[in-house]
């Protein structure tokens, strides 16, 4: 009410890892955060929510990364990061040995803004597809982190382009393609055998595999504070592709819509506290 600013742990990834473990998925999260207030903050929060924080490095010579969000009346965000040697790209190669015993190799987006973060994430593809992981990515789309919004779109292309399972906004999807019809936008921005998850607000979301669409609605809510509720949606979505098998999920057909609704559920509920 005073324009003051209270802090919470968060990051799209880890949101989505939170997620996976509220919906009894098995997730293992890597992050990296600095030695300073923050940093001690979240590693201590991890572990007192029973999530494995062995794989959060603490970096002694870069600072916890910031993001400042700023609501409206109608709980949509604006965003602003402190970022200057910021810790959240500058993950440890070892870790990437974690891969060999994953399903599902999820990639955060905003990693790819900064040269190092971009290299690490290519490596994380490289290194699931010679062990045959499937592999994830949430576009979650920031302009602001980039110096130049051809090279953001370019490097968004590249990652996307390689992975089995991509979720994206409506917003995003029409971005990215130049297209403002939701059929024609999907054909042009889907892959050759990718399975594309959109989020379409209130109005739910959608899944679009093998040329077809598959759609569920959501639940009518007031939202106080959208943060997050796309990264519990997709979270939860990793959970039940996780729970039932990948190969056995999207075999599903229609009755996907039926998660698709209770992701939607999750999605709405994390709007309605800050």
Known sequence: ESNSFDYFVG??????????MKTEGNVKFI?????????????SFVINQNMDASFISIDNNHNTTLAFVINDENGERNFCFARKNGADYYLKKEFLEEIKKADIVHIGSLMISEYYGYEYAKSIIEEAKK???KISFDINYRDDIFSNKNEAIKR??????????????????YLFTEEDEIKKALEKFT???????VTLGKDGSLLYSDNKIIEAKSISINP???????????GTML???DQIGYEEFFCLGEKISDYLYLANIQGALATLKK
């Open 31 to 43: 992050g990296n955060v600095g030695n300073d207030l923050m940093g001690k903050h979240i590693k």
């Open 131 to 133: 062990y045959n992981k």
């Open 11 to 20: 990051g799209a990834p880890f949101n989505v890892a939170y997620a996976i």
């Open 239 to 241: 959970s039940f592709i």
């Open 156 to 173: 968004y292309r590249e990652i996307y382009s390689k992975c089995d399972v991509v979720k994206v906004s409506k917003e995003e999807l």
């Open 191 to 197: 892959r050759e055998n990718q399975k594309v998850f």
């Open 224 to 234: 106080i504070d959208t943060t997050g509720a796309g990264d519990a949606f997709y």
